[in-house]
């Protein structure tokens, strides 16, 4: 259930969805919501069970083993992590250009890109 859902953030955060699985987990929590006439909720029991039993068949559409979510989870969260960092360092280069314009900072001296490795501040 998870990479199902956690395929949506990546599409989210703009990384691709190769399975196309976004599509089918919609797909399945519609049939879900036909099925039992009304908006799924959390807090239904019986209507996240219907629904987990339809993610387990998509899974296993896509061969998608139950013991092997772990490991996409993971893949899927280093993904995500590398996709902030490279914004993150997309968004301090721009600002450093921004500012090494900017005729009051002329006289300082520009940092090195190498040296903003995050592992500096953590």
């Known amino acids: 259930m998870f990479l199902l859902m956690a395929c949506h953030v990546d ?3 703009g990384l691709t969805d ?8 919609m797909d399945a929590l519609e049939k879900v ?5 009304k908006p799924l909720m ?3 029991k019986k209507g996240m069970a219907l629904l987990m039993t339809e993610f387990d ?18 893949e899927l969260e280093l993904k995500i992590a590398k996709a902030q960092l490279e ?3 997309k968004d301090a280069l721009e600002a450093m250009e921004t500012q090494k314009k900017r005729e ?8 090195d890109v190498k040296s903003l ?5 953590i």
Do not use: H, Q, T
């Open 18 to 25: 190769e399975l196309g699985a976004e599509a089918m987990m």
């Open 33 to 37: 919501e036909k099925e039992i006439k």
């Open 104 to 111: 009051e900072f002329k006289d300082e001296a520009m940092i």
């Open 11 to 13: 599409i989210w955060r």
């Open 117 to 121: 490795d995050i592992r500096n501040f």
């Open 57 to 74: 068949k998509i899974n296993g559409k896509l061969g998608i083993r139950k013991e092997d979510l772990p490991k996409y989870e993971e």
């Open 87 to 89: 914004e993150l360092k």
């Open 42 to 44: 959390r807090s239904d």
